[in-house]
Every structure is written in C-alpha cells, then in structure tokens.
C-alpha cells in the first residue's frame, strides 16, 4: 500500500473546509481515472460527484490530456486583450452552436464565480448602453449559489456565505426558493407543485418598479444547496413575467450546462431561452480551469457601438481563453459528442432514478430529489445541523469507497456519464452503507 501523505498539511488554507477538523483526519486524494480517484493510501474511490460537479466525461481521458499537452507545447500562453488565438473563436463557435436560439457569443472567464461577476456587468452595461441606466437592480433567489465574488454573494442566497462580509451589492432582492418537503418530498425529476412561486417576481417588481430591474439571476436546477429541480411550469413563468417587464433573465448553468440534465444545458430541456448562461466545470469535464458567459444577440448588439478603435466593455482577466483550457475543451466538447454523453446521460436517467430512490426506505433518509444524473438526499439531523452530512461525508471516503458531496445534511450526488448500470449500483450500495453507519 502507498502512502502519499504530505508532510506539512499548515500552510495551505483550504477553500470552504473545516481545516482543523481537515489536518487532524486528511483525506487526501492523489490519482484519477475514469470513474476513479485513488487515495494516498491506495485505496480505489469511485467518484460519485464528478469531483465537484465537474469531471462529466471521467477523469485523465486520453484524448483531454493530449491536447493540454499539445497546447501547452504549441502555445502555452497569449494575451487575451487585443490578441486572439485560434482554439478561442473555435471554442466559442462550439459552445454557441450547443446553446439555444440566439445564444450567440461567449465572454471567457476562469470560474463559476467569474462568470456570473461578468453577466452582472454585462447586464449593467448593457441597460447603460440602451439608455436606460436606471436598470442596476437584480433579483435573485433564496438557496441560489452564485459563487464567492461579491456579486455572486449578493444574488446568491445562502446566509453562511454572506454574514461573516459585511456588505454585498446594493439592491438585490431575493425570490423564495422553490423547494417545500411537504409538497415535493421523494420526487422523481420536476415537482408538479410550485410554479406559482415565480409569481412573486411580480412583487418585487410591484414593490421596485420594472424600470430599475436589470435582471434575475437563478440556476434553473439549484445544486450546491442540495439538488432542488424547478418546479414544473416555473421557468416558463418566470420567463414570461420577465418578458412582460423586458428584464433580463441569466440562467446559471455552472452545474447543469454541458450534460448534466441529458442535454447540453438545462435551457435546451426546458425549452426556456436565457438572456445569458453562465458556465464553467463541465466545458473541459474539470481540466483546467475555465468559465465564462454566453450572452444574446441583442447584449453583444447594444454594445458594440461608438468609434471601432475603442474598447467596447471594459472587462476580462489576464487568463481568458486560455489556450490550455481552450485546448482541454475543445476536446473535451468532441468526446461529448464521439461517446454521446448528453445522450447517453439523457438514457440512464430512468434508471439511475429508480436505483436512487431505493434509498428511501432507509428511515434516516428523509427526502430524495432526483433529476437527469444527479441526486439530493436528505438525512435526518442529528443534535445539531451539519453532523450527519459531516459523518457522512468522512465514512464514505474513509471506509465505503465513496467521493460524495455534502451541503449540511443532504447529500449530493452527480457521477461521470460515462457510468454505467454497475456503477450506479456499486454508487447507491456505498451511499446506503454510510448512512447505515453513521446513525
Ligand atoms: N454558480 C453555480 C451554480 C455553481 O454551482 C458554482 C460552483 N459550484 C459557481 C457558480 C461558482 O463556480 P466556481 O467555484 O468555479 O467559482
């Protein structure tokens, strides 16, 4: 057995971790390939949650490394302001022609959080730009993760991500969140109950007046708050009140776009056009990183005005369109489409449903959302919040094998898609072995 333990675990502070905790216990992980981690005492880890949402095509895929080699060999680096390289217009063309109607540019960013930064501001610019300056409000959602930068905490709605800052964005409002146990509990895909919340955007719109709203930002299935589908009907409505009072609508899809729902983005299932869709994770299955925003027509349109040498958005990072991560995406776009792993995912959902839900007759497992391939499962607390999510999370990769995710006390579940039927069985045996320990 190898050990692959570092020496000194103080230095590095680790995002969004219980460090102490962390440094007396570390789980450390030290290969991957395709369905699995390896741990530094050698142990095989089936990856139950794609890493962090992100490996949808598996893990060190040939064809994905050799092109990160490729570019880093060809063209490790060029700058992005007022330079180009080719991969970036191709990737660009790729994404485009996978996102709905008139989807049709792409703003490069680094991350998640980057990405919705930049659909803020697009936004922002785009009302000046359109003289109608007076748009700067934006309308988020209770339960919505939008990131870590300031304009991701502000939309976004978890308290624990937002009380230790002090202040966010100013005017920002929050929709309700969209999920209620009693009327949902143990669904399979979208509950029939809740369209009607999106209603309450009238409210606030009632309460602000149209005219100073910019947009409404939501992931159009909530994920790191515990895998929450829309209600069936709800984007929809959300869209049309959106239409009637010309307010943007930005779906973020840093979770749902590239397969996660069986089809390129969650837009293309629910047959709901965005304004904007931010990505990142899944464009090069986790490689490098990479995010970034696809914008309409009509945002590009609005901007690209005044005299042509000039600078049309005052926005971008150093590491846009890296060639790596560009490199890294492009082939990972192609594997997408060579292996037909939107589909593929769209073919398994069913199954792993059905599999998934067998777990409610663990009486721990207090609710079970279950949408395209990923899974939220709910377990009973224990003295207080947290703790069985925490236990959770610590057997499944010490003694059952298994990478999962946890948001309090809800576990969340979203594999490769390049699984298969004995995976998803060797999935849910481990899930359902944790939480038969730790109770
Ligand atoms: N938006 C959503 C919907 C996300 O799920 C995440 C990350 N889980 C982010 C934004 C932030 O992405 P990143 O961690 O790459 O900044």
Known sequence: MSTNLPNNLDAFWMPFTANRSFKKNPR????????????????????????????????????IVSAIQNAALTLDYAPPFQFGHPDAFKLATRIV?????????????????????????????????????????????????????????????????????????????????????????????????????????????ALHD?????????????????????PKGYLERLRSICDKHNILLIFDEVITGFGRLGSAFAANRYNVQPDMITFAKAVNSGTVPMGGVITRAKLYDALMTGPEHMVELFHGYTYSAHPLACAA???TLSLYKSEGLFEKAKGLENTWASAIMTLQNIPQVQDIRVVGLAAGIDLLPKDKPGISGFEAMEHSFNKADILIRITGDTIALSPPLIMDENHI???VDKVSQTIRAIY
Request: hydrophobic share 35%; aromatic share 8%; net charge negative.
């Open 425 to 427: 069985g060797e999935i």
């Open 210 to 230: 149209a005219s100073t709203i910019a947009a409404v930002i939501i992931e159009p299935m909530a994920g790191s708050t515990g895998v929450l589908p829309p």
């Open 28 to 63: 450390i992980i030290s290969a991957a390939k395709d369905m699995h981690y390896t741990s530094h005492d050698g142990r095989q880890i089936i990856d139950g949650t794609s890493g962090l949402w992100c490996c949808n095509a598996g893990h060190a895929r040939e064809p």
């Open 329 to 331: 995406a492009l082939a």
């Open 97 to 205: 022609e996978l996102a709905p109607g008139d989807l049709n540019q792409v703003f490069f960013t680094n991350s998640g959080s980057e990405a919705v930064d930049t659909a803020l501001k697009i936004a922002l610019a785009y009302w000046r730009a359109k003289g109608e300056g007076q748009r700067t409000r934006f309308i988020g959602r209770e339960r919505g993760y939008h990131g870590v930068g300031f304009g991701g905490i502000s939309v976004g709605g978890i308290v624990s991500n937002r009380k230790t800052f002090g202040p966010m964005l100013n005017g920002v409002d929050h929709l309700p969140h969209t999920y209620n146990r009693s009327e949902q509990a143990f669904t399979k895909g979208e509950p029939e109950w809740g369209a009607h919340l999106a209603d309450n955007l009238e409210q606030i719109i």
